[in-house]
């Protein structure tokens, strides 16, 4: 595999930090299902208008500017960008630890504009499965045997802002991590905001929680915008689930119901969920799989304003 390792950074508007961008046509999946050495393979196609485009990072230690960064990002019209009609994969991966996962992910992946991916781990396999580019947005969680594992974000198009959020599980202290991208829609002025969570999973009671949720509605009630709100949010309880319920209603959130319905349950309750505020959805299905302890979650949704 032949790796074009030049690349360019620049300084973001606000204090978050570069990401540096390097292109990545027909590479594996392996290669965008990872984390710190090499994720930064993971990065832009061909073409002026997205060349120009640096996205400003936050990360996790300025978080806190997630919500500026978001309000003061411009609106400015893209010819290009995500489409007004596209289609979502959610997944939590299992580490990656199913041999099969790599081709699994694939076939679902060919499908997607946008990819959200929780527990994603380096893996080694460099098998070609996916033909066109992707664009990464990588938060790391916790390491364990010098493995990071995170919330990743891909899709078609580049993103404008990223912001990093960690939130600590109360019994592991170890991270829980959160990625929030800003999308250009193509042709509006509008952007739509996205946020991949891993939530907080080994506690007594629904501080912690709280807590996570607390901290991602700040950046939510800034943005004017089309949301979707999800990933592995670990509701395994009533007092769990009914936190969510709260927040979504608090921030004019619906819940993306999936037919057929074969999310992961504990304790008789989905753990995965998409929420969406400014879009529809045509379609959404959860599919049993045998490569993760986690089914993934497809939806075609559907922006329809300016």
């Known amino acids: 595999?032949?790796?074009?390792?030049?690349?360019?950074?620049?300084?973001?508007?606000?204090?978050g930090n570069v990401l540096a961008r390097k292109p990545l046509t027909r590479y594996a999946a392996a290669l965008c299902l990872m984390s710190a050495p090499l994720l930064p393979l993971c990065a832009e196609p061909e073409g002026a208008e997205t060349r120009n485009r640096v996205p400003v990072v936050v990360t996790a230690n300025r978080s806190a500017a997630c919500g500026e960064t978001i309000a003061q990002s411009p609106q400015i019209p893209y010819e290009t960008g995500l489409p007004r009609t596209f289609s979502l994969l959610n997944w939590n991966v299992e580490k990656a630890q199913h041999p099969e996962l790599i081709d699994a992910f694939a076939h679902l992946a060919k499908q997607a504009d946008l990819i959200f991916i929780q527990e994603a781990v380096p893996v080694a396999k460099t098998e070609t499965v996916i033909s066109e580019s992707l664009y990464q947005a990588f938060v790391r969680g916790y390491v364990?045997?010098?493995?990071?594992?995170?919330?990743?974000?891909?899709?078609?198009?580049?993103?404008?802002?990223?912001?990093?959020?960690l939130a600590t599980e109360p019994w592991l202290r170890t991270p829980k991590a959160t990625s929030v991208t800003l999308y250009p829609l193509a042709n509006s002025e509008?952007?739509?905001?996205?946020?991949?969570?891993?939530?907080?999973?080994?506690?007594?009671?629904?501080?912690a929680y709280i807590d996570q949720l607390g901290v991602l509605g700040?950046?939510?009630?800034?943005?004017?915008?089309p949301i979707i709100f999800g990933g592995d949010l670990n509701t395994w309880s009533e007092g769990r689930q009914s936190t969510l319920d709260a927040f979504a209603k608090e921030h004019n959130l619906t819940a993306v119901v999936f037919s057929p319905d074969h999310r992961t349950t504990r304790f008789g309750r989905a753990l995965d969920h998409l929420y969406v505020r400014g879009l529809s959805w045509q379609s959404a299905a959860a599919t049993p799989v045998t490569t993760s302890d986690h089914?993934?979650?497809i939806a075609e949704l559907e922006y329809a304003g300016p």
Request: with cysteine; glycine share 8%; aromatic share 4%.
């Open 1 to 15: 595999m032949v790796v074009n390792t030049s690349h360019q950074t620049a300084t973001g508007r606000t204090d």
């Open 144 to 165: 364990q045997d010098e493995i990071d594992t995170g919330v990743l974000t891909l899709a078609r198009s580049p993103h404008t802002v990223h912001c990093h959020f």
């Open 190 to 207: 509008r952007s739509l905001l996205t946020v991949n969570m891993h939530a907080v999973n080994f506690a007594f009671g629904v501080g």
């Open 218 to 225: 700040e950046v939510l009630s800034v943005h004017a915008g």
């Open 295 to 297: 089914n993934p979650l």
